[in-house]
T-cell receptor
Framework: GAGVSQSPSNKVTEKGKDVELRCDPISGHTALYWYRQSLGQGLEFLIY????????KSGLPSDRFSAERTGGSVSTLTIQRTQQEDSAVYLC????????????FGEGSRLTVL | GENVEQHPSTLSVQEGDSAVIKCTYSDSASNYFPWYKQELGKRPQLIID?????GEKKDQRIAVTLNKTAKHFSLHITETQPEDSAVYFCAASIEGGYNKLIFGAGTRLAVHP
């Protein structure tokens, strides 16, 4: 399809393990966001990529979190040495910042840290 | 940076009543204010947005108002229906360029038949 695709949809891991979450944005969208949504909570901003500019990492909660966006398209969010408080749904969204501000969200990756 | 506050956190109304959700923002340079709706277990989706060159925008039963002087904007839903039950998020940004979208904490709206 033409929407934002995220994988895996569900990930269960043990405390201390590293995880990688992948986001395939809509083709041609220059902006890409990662948000975290804990159960019943709001959309916590993590990181923002816009074109070729340096990413805005101001929302990353600790140095265990990192993200990259290769070739201006696919993005990977990596969480090292996972903790139980990292359990949440990680949402990716992309936008065509030139023509519209609308964010298109993926279905999210539900992370459970045991 | 931008900070968006949203109230109330929960809202319960009877079917047919109106619902109002209010947000305030901190950055006077912000000029784009979208609202997203997230139904249970689904992804957030844009329902309406407003830009700073207008004070009000309507789309059927939903409307948004913007007061730039006071730096607040509101979502109004009239004749509420059970399918309006969801979490609603407001957001603010400076449109275009390298400016991220910041969301409010969300309002859980319950419409009771």
């Amino acid at each position: 399809g033409a929407g934002v695709s995220q994988s895996p949809s569900n990930k269960v891991t043990e405390k201390g393990k590293d995880v990688e979450l992948r986001c395939d944005p809509i083709s041609g969208h220059t902006a890409l966001y990662w948000y975290r949504q804990s159960l019943g909570q709001g959309l916590e901003f993590l990181i923002y990529f816009q074109g070729n500019s340096a990413p805005d990492k101001s929302g990353l909660p600790s140095d265990r979190f990192s993200a990259e966006r290769t070739g201006g398209s696919v993005s990977t969010l990596t969480i090292q040495r996972t903790q139980q408080e990292d359990s949440a749904v990680y949402l990716c969204a992309s936008a065509d910042r030139v023509n519209t501000g609308e964010l298109f969200f993926g279905e999210g990756s539900r992370l459970t840290v045991l | 940076g931008e900070n968006v506050e949203q109230h109330p956190s929960t809202l319960s109304v009877q079917e047919g009543d109106s619902a109002v959700i209010k947000c305030t923002y901190s950055d006077s340079a912000s000029n784009y204010f979208p609202w997203y709706k997230q139904e249970l277990g689904k992804r957030p989706q844009l329902i309406i947005d407003i830009r700073s060159n207008v004070g009000e925008k309507k789309d059927q039963r939903i409307a948004v108002t913007l007061n730039k002087t006071a730096k607040h904007f509101s979502l109004h839903i009239t004749e509420t229906q059970p399918e309006d039950s969801a979490v609603y998020f407001c957001a603010a940004s400076i449109e275009g360029g390298y400016n991220k979208l910041i969301f409010g904490a969300g309002t859980r709206l319950a419409v009771h038949p």
